[in-house]
C-alpha cells in the first residue's frame, strides 16, 4: 500500500497522476481542515473533488463531467473520510482538488496497485 499526502489549494492542485503502464486501486481520501474547530465558522472551508479519466480536463458537465464532490463544507478541525466506494484508476487518470478560502485542507490517498 502507498500513500500520497498534499495540500489542497484554491486554485486546482493535481494530487495524484497514475503513472504510465500502472493501475491504481483508491482505498481511501481523507481530507482534514487543520484549524481548530470555531462556533462561528471563519475556519470552515468548502472542497471540490474531480475524477479525471485520462485525456479528460476537469469539469463538471459533459463532456467532462468528472465531479464527484461539489463544495462538501468541512468545518475547522474535522476530516473527511472517502473509503465507502473504491475507485481503481488507469494510466493517465488523475485526481485533482480545490478549496475555497481559507485554504486550510490537506489530503491523504491512499492506494495500491493492481
Known amino acids: 500500500m502507498a500513500i500520497i499526502n498534499g495540500q489542497i489549494s484554491i ?44 485525456g479528460q480536463t476537469k469539469g463538471n458537465s459533459d463532456p ?13 478541525g474535522d476530516t473527511f473520510t472517502f473509503d465507502t466506494e473504491k475507485l481503481v484508476l488507469e494510466a493517465g487518470d488523475k485526481i485533482i482538488t480545490a478549496s475555497q478560502s481559507p485554504a486550510n485542507l490537506v489530503a491523504t490517498i491512499s492506494y495500491l496497485e493492481v
Not at 28 to 48: A, H, K, R, S, Y
Not at 64 to 76: C, D, E, H, V
Open 64 to 76: 467532462n463531467a468528472n465531479q464527484i464532490l461539489n463544495n462538501l463544507k468541512i468545518a475547522g
Open 11 to 54: 486554485a486546482d492542485k493535481t494530487l495524484l497522476t497514475v503513472p504510465a503502464s500502472k493501475r491504481y486501486a483508491i482505498t481511501t481520501i481523507l481530507v482534514c481542515n487543520t484549524q481548530p474547530e470555531d462556533t462561528g465558522g471563519t475556519n470552515d472551508t468548502q472542497l471540490d473533488l474531480h475524477v479525471v479519466p485520462s
